[in-house]
T-cell receptor, first 114, second 114 residues
Framework: AQSVSQHNHHVILSEAASLELGCNYS??????LFWYVQYPGQHLQLLLK??????LVKGIKGFEAEFIKSKFSFNLRKPSVQWSDTAEYFC????????????FGTGTKLQVIP | KAGVTQTPRYLIKTRGQQVTLSCSPI?????VSWYQQTPGQGLQFLFE???????NKGNFPGRFSGRQFSNSRSEMNVSTLELGDSALYLC?????????????FGSGTQLSVL
């Protein structure tokens, strides 16, 4: 069975600071990787995803993530955060093939201070 | 296009009772999956339905069950409620339930068990 680890539970940054949220997964086969975001009072929505090709994927609102297969990692990055990025971020993995059975990390709460 | 709709938004039950939650997917989406979200545990996969058939199941006891109707609407049922079942229950839909598809989430049903 797959598992996902998000090591940062709560991150506080000032506006314009750079962001990197760690995500490591455990699974022996090919995977599809996702970052979802939950803004205050809103439902979960997709930020970006990787399923094949270029390991550097770009998502909405200037976010990007890099899949490093040798490290089983899919870290989320943003060069300059804004107050509106305050949200909870979830990394998720879904083994390729088969059907939906997504495993989520426990989430990272990001607080951006103006 | 209307999003994923979950009803009711809030529920309060007592131990031993049972509860039924409802989810209407985005029009045209045939896959519906359910997740339990608790603080510190993140989202945990319950099950996934497609064309009225359960295709995947997470590691939850048999008290948790679900079904899907011919119009793709889904219900989940929890019998003999326990205090630990208090959580936000999220429903997500996707077109075919393939592992590379993104999930569209509803706002969830907040269940409190007293």
């Amino acid at each position: 069975a797959q598992s996902v680890s998000q090591h940062n539970h709560h991150v506080i940054l000032s506006e314009a600071a750079s962001l990197e949220l760690g995500c490591n997964y455990s699974y022996g086969g090919t995977v599809n990787l996702f970052w979802y975001v939950q803004y205050p009072g809103q439902h979960l929505q997709l930020l970006l995803k990787y399923f094949s090709g270029d390991p550097l994927v770009k998502g909405i609102k200037g976010f990007e993530a890099e899949f490093i297969k040798s490290k089983f990692s899919f870290n989320l990055r943003k060069p300059s955060v804004q107050w509106s990025d305050t949200a909870e971020y979830f990394c998720a993995v879904n083994p390729s093939g088969g059907y939906q059975k997504v495993t989520f990390g426990t989430g990272t709460k990001l607080q951006v201070i103006p | 296009k209307a999003g994923v709709t979950q009803t009711p938004r809030y529920l309060i039950k007592t131990r031993g009772q049972q509860v039924t939650l409802s989810c209407s997917p985005i029009s045209g989406h045939r896959s519906v999956s359910w997740y339990q979200q608790t603080p510190g545990q993140g989202l945990q996969f319950l099950f996934e339905y497609f064309s009225e058939t359960q295709r995947n199941k997470g590691n939850f006891p048999g008290r948790f069950s679900g079904r899907q109707f011919s119009n793709s609407r889904s219900e989940m049922n929890v019998s003999t409620l326990e205090l630990g079942d208090s959580a936000l229950y999220l429903c997500a839909s996707s077109l075919e339930g393939r592992t590379e598809e993104k999930l569209f989430f509803g706002s969830g049903t907040q269940l409190s068990v007293l």
